[in-house]
């Protein structure tokens, strides 16, 4: 609303303007890590046991190689020495499954995840911190708007 | 200062000894030997992947059946590996055998065809191991070419800082074309104790 300092008359204006913010645009942080991003902290039982499952693998192929898969004519080829590996193997796989779930941590897997969490908080700051720079420069930008006027 | 290729280039040295036992149907019945081996290994990793390894074994056969002549046998071989992904790899090479009495000297020269797998369990501690290899050429000195040669075997690696000590079984098996209504059979089994020892930074070839 203005007033004349001629006449002691009042008059109103109405105009528009745009108000915007040029900003660049600002960056997403990185999700937090999912399971399958993050290795196991501790020896499940099924771990365990497919190591047993492993060993046993290597004792029950000694034994179908000297048994199976010798010449039947020839005959089984040292025997005694399959059983002797498959008895190391069996045995392995015992202890190993008896070491593994008496010592579950995990702490090359522990210092990984570390690892990898600690790098993507290191990344995340990183945006942060290009975002913040970004809002500070922020620009308001004042500008008539375009097509509207006062009115007649 | 190390480069990265340089790191990767490692020596691995390994002694072996084997309790071998060879059996033999030249036709006309089935002879057996079998005795001790031992020998040594090295393997160069020329990068990540590619690995070349030289083998030599010598070791002496007591005939275990009637009529049988003790022998001695040497063996030197070479192949070169290479990694595909961190549990398989693939192998080829060529060796050479010699099996001596007092009476002839028998020699074998063979081209193998390999592949590996290895299976880390315990952390990585251990390692279950299975291999294979077809052998396409197989010469032997007053013999034809076996219609059918390959070698398998199974075993498990132990890891020991920077060393490691294994133990595998193995069969190679020989089948000879049969000529006048006879068949020539071979096959040897093994079972090896190895210990080896890391000379550099790298992965295991």
């Not at chain 1, 020839?74 to 008496?102: D, E, N, Q, W």
């Not at chain 2, 390894?53 to 070479?78: F, H, I, K, M, Q």
């Amino acid at each position: 609303m203005g007033q004349s300092r001629l006449r002691s008359t009042r008059d109103t204006a109405r105009t528009y303007f745009d108000l915007a913010y040029d900003r660049e645009p600002l960056e997403d942080t990185l999700p937090a890590l999912g399971p399958g991003q993050l290795l196991s902290e501790q020896v499940t039982d099924a771990a365990a046991r497919a190591d047993l499952l492993k060993a046993l693998g290597v004792a029950a192929a000694a034994v179908v190689i000297s048994d199976h898969l010798t010449s039947r004519d020839l005959g089984r080829g040292m025997p005694s020495a399959s059983r002797a590996l498959a008895g190391v193997a069996v045995v392995t796989g015992g202890i190993s499954l008896v070491y593994r779930r008496r010592h579950r941590d995990l702490p090359e897997n522990v210092a990984e995840n570390a690892r990898r969490r600690a790098e993507r908080l290191a990344r995340n700051d990183a945006i942060l911190r290009r975002n913040q720079e970004r809002i500070a420069r922020t620009v308001l930008v004042i500008a008539p708007a375009a097509g509207i006027g006062s009115p007649p | 200062m190390t480069t990265p290729a340089a790191a990767q280039r490692r020596i691995e040295a390994a002694a072996f000894v084997a309790a071998i036992e060879l059996r033999v149907d030249p036709g006309s019945g089935v002879e057996r030997f079998s005795g001790p081996m031992i020998g040594g290994e090295a393997t160069l990793q020329v990068s990540g992947r590619w690995a070349l390894a030289v083998r030599v074994g010598d070791g002496s056969l007591t005939a275990r059946t009637p009529g049988g002549l003790n022998r001695d046998v040497g063996e030197l071989s070479a192949e070169g590996r290479v990694r595909a992904g961190t549990e398989l790899s693939f192998s080829a090479g060529a060796s050479r055998r010699v099996y001596s009495t007092e009476l002839a000297r028998q020699r074998w020269n063979t081209l193998q065809l390999g592949v590996e797998g290895r299976l880390p369990f315990l952390g990585g501690a251990m390692q279950a191991v299975a291999r294979g290899a077809l052998l396409p050429v197989v010469a032997v000195n007053g013999l034809d070419h076996p219609k059918t040669a390959y070698t398998i075997g199974t075993g498990i690696e132990y890891q020991l800082g920077q060393g490691a000590i294994g133990i595998v079984y193995s069969l190679e098996r020989y089948n000879f074309p049969a000529k006048a209504m006879t068949q020539r059979l071979e096959q040897v089994s093994a079972l090896t104790v190895r210990g080896a020892l890391r000379l550099g930074r790298g992965r295991t070839p």
